[in-house]
């Protein structure tokens, strides 16, 4: 059964400084998506980042990028320069062959002046 | 374009009463899941549907029916509400063709007392 698991429930980071979100995924598929979504305080769910199984080369948009490590079966999101706004709840989901789309159970993620 | 949009925002419900959440797209998406998020959790994805006429169990389906009888429409109904049923519930929708990323409503928060 495909599952995502984020083992960070909360990480601290100073303004302007990179941070990393992990990600690991298990399927036996060999077609598959991974997405990264930001919920802020609000509760919308916002779109970050998507990566195909069969793309070769890592994701980005914008200050995010998704390092796809496609082995060792990790997809984690990489956040350059963070600002105050960054300060959300994150989740990574994974898209399978049959279009079943599942979530993790967050990380949050509080960047600190 | 209005995108997802659900009905209501809030409701309190009884032990034992039942009800239908609507969720309502008018992006001609074909797939469109229903997920509920449990307080400081990640998200459950409850059923999902490929197409009119399709629907197909997630991870918590127990408790709660859907029907797709049009593109537009998925709701979701619950009988016999119970406690555990307290959530906030999205709604989302995606097509595989003009992008992977999902669509979020903004959510209905359910209390049963």
């Known amino acids: 059964a495909q599952k995502i698991t984020q083992t960070q429930p909360g990480m601290f980071v100073q303004e302007k400084e990179a941070v990393t979100l992990d990600c690991t995924y298990d399927?036996?598929?060999?077609?598959?998506?991974l997405f990264w979504y930001k919920q802020p305080s609000s509760g919308e769910m916002i779109f970050l980042i998507y990566?195909?199984?069969?793309?070769?080369q890592n994701a980005t948009e914008g200050r995010y990028s998704l390092n796809f490590q496609k082995a060792r079966k990790s997809a984690n999101l990489v956040i350059s320069a963070s600002q105050l706004g960054d300060s959300a709840m994150y989740f990574c989901?994974?898209?399978?062959?049959?279009?079943?789309?599942?979530f993790g159970k967050g990380t949050r993620l509080h960047i600190l002046p | 374009n209005a995108g997802v949009t659900q009905t209501p925002k809030f409701r309190i419900l009884k032990i034992g009463q039942s009800m239908t959440l609507q969720c309502t797209q008018d992006?001609?998406?074909?797939?469109m899941y229903w997920y509920r998020q449990d307080p400081g959790m990640g998200l459950k994805l409850i059923y999902y549907?490929?197409?009119?006429?399709?629907?197909d169990k997630g991870e918590v389906p127990n408790g709660y029916n859907v029907s797709r009888s049009t593109t537009e429409d998925f709701p979701l109904r619950l009988e016999l509400a119970a406690p555990s049923q307290t959530s906030v519930y999205f709604c989302?929708?995606?097509?595989?063709?003009?992008?992977?990323?999902?669509?979020f409503g903004p959510g209905t928060r359910l209390t049963v007392t």
């Open positions: 549907s490929v197409g009119a006429g399709i629907t």
């Open positions: 992006m001609n998406h074909n797939y």
């Open positions: 989901a994974m898209r399978d062959r049959d279009d079943k789309i599942i």
């Open positions: 399927t036996s598929d060999q077609s598959y998506g």
């Open positions: 989302a929708s995606s097509h595989r063709t003009s992008g992977p990323e999902q669509y």
């Open positions: 990566q195909g199984s069969y793309d070769e």
